[in-house]
């Protein structure tokens, strides 16, 4: 994408795309070095999910999936606003 953009002149796409990836190595480079390089792993303590934060996957996962099967009338009555 990058290529593309600089050979079509679209500089402002290309700094915004290598701005992007640098941001994200930014994000990532510290969850990497923490999962691969850390000596002595810490303990994690288990606890049970509250009941709250369960409804809200449940619904948020039920939501996905009745979007995804209706796409089609979700498209148009979003377009009819």
Do not use: C, D, Q, W
């Not at 691969?36 to 619904?59: D, G, H, V, Y």
């Amino acid at each position: 994408m990058l290529i593309e953009e600089l050979h079509s002149g679209n500089y402002a796409a290309a700094i915004f795309l290598v701005s992007g990836s640098i941001l994200n190595l930014f994000h990532i480079l510290p969850l990497a070095k923490a999962s691969f390089f850390n000596p002595k792993p810490e303990e994690i303590e288990n606890r049970a999910i509250p009941t709250s934060m369960k409804i809200a996957i449940i619904l948020a996962t039920l939501i996905i999936i009745t979007i995804s099967i209706y796409t089609y009338t979700v498209v148009r009555v979003i377009e009819s606003f």
